[in-house]
């Protein structure tokens, strides 16, 4: 298995363009999330998944979109990149079981910054 | 889920056991301690999980208290490859919604 494959690595963007940051994994995974990282923070939420044409906002989605058509992808595009979306963007995905819960798997990361 | 408190840094001799702690005061009866770490920039590890019982895997072992107000994540043999930023987050598993702070930053010195 792959696992959890996130494409570009790292990605450069002008203030207004738009971009997708795409998602891919191959357990089988109901769950999917979009987390960013801010230096020298933790991870944010931004997006999940718990489902195939289900999703839901976290903690921060002003500026990004995201839809969940098959059960193995699940994208996330921003509108108009603006300088506060620099950042590194994770891509997670468990399986809905309530003994492994959270134990979620994550992707490598996409190095974004927006000038 | 609730707020989990650790200290910044902690440093551990190559070797020597890593005694992690967390602090969840306010965590319900439902919610799960969970331990993730990050090593340098790569996407965070799960290490282990436990709603009660002391647990322990390949990687670490995980000790609550009774009373359910704090943990200690436990790696044995520390070693270089440790050095990392270890997350203790509470939740209850009902979805993928986890709430990392800023955990602990461990580094492991020869």
């Known amino acids: 298995n792959a696992g959890v494959t996130q494409t570009p690595k790292f990605q450069v963007l002008k203030t207004g363009q738009s971009m997708t940051l795409q998602c891919a994994q191959d357990?089988?995974?109901?769950?999917m999330s979009w987390y960013r990282q801010d230096p020298g923070m933790g991870l944010r939420l931004i997006h999940y998944s718990v489902g195939a044409g289900i999703t839901d906002q976290g903690e921060v989605p002003n500026g990004y979109n995201v839809s969940r058509s098959t059960t193995e992808d699940f994208p996330l595009r921003l509108l108009s990149a603006a300088p506060s979306q620099t950042s590194v963007y994770f891509c997670?995905?468990?399986?809905?079981?309530?003994?492994?819960?959270?134990?979620?798997?994550f992707g490598p990361g996409t190095r974004l910054t927006v000038l | 889920d609730a707020k989990t408190t650790q200290p910044p840094s902690m440093d551990c001799a190559e070797g020597r056991a890593a005694n992690l702690p967390c602090n969840h005061s306010?965590?319900?009866?439902?919610?799960?301690v969970y331990w993730y770490r990050q090593i340098h920039s790569q996407g965070p590890q799960y290490i282990i999980h436990g709603l009660k019982n002391n647990e322990t895997n390949e990687m670490a072992s995980l000790i609550i208290t009774e009373d359910r107000k704090s943990s200690t994540l436990i790696l044995p043999h520390a070693t270089l490859r440790d050095t990392a930023v270890y997350y203790c987050i509470a939740s209850s598993g009902t979805a993928s919604k986890l709430t990392f702070g800023t955990g602990t930053r461990l580094q492991v010195t020869l």
């Open positions: 997670a995905s468990n399986r809905r079981d309530r003994a492994t819960g959270d134990t979620q798997y």
């Open positions: 306010t965590i319900s009866g439902n919610e799960y």
């Open positions: 357990m089988n995974h109901e769950y």
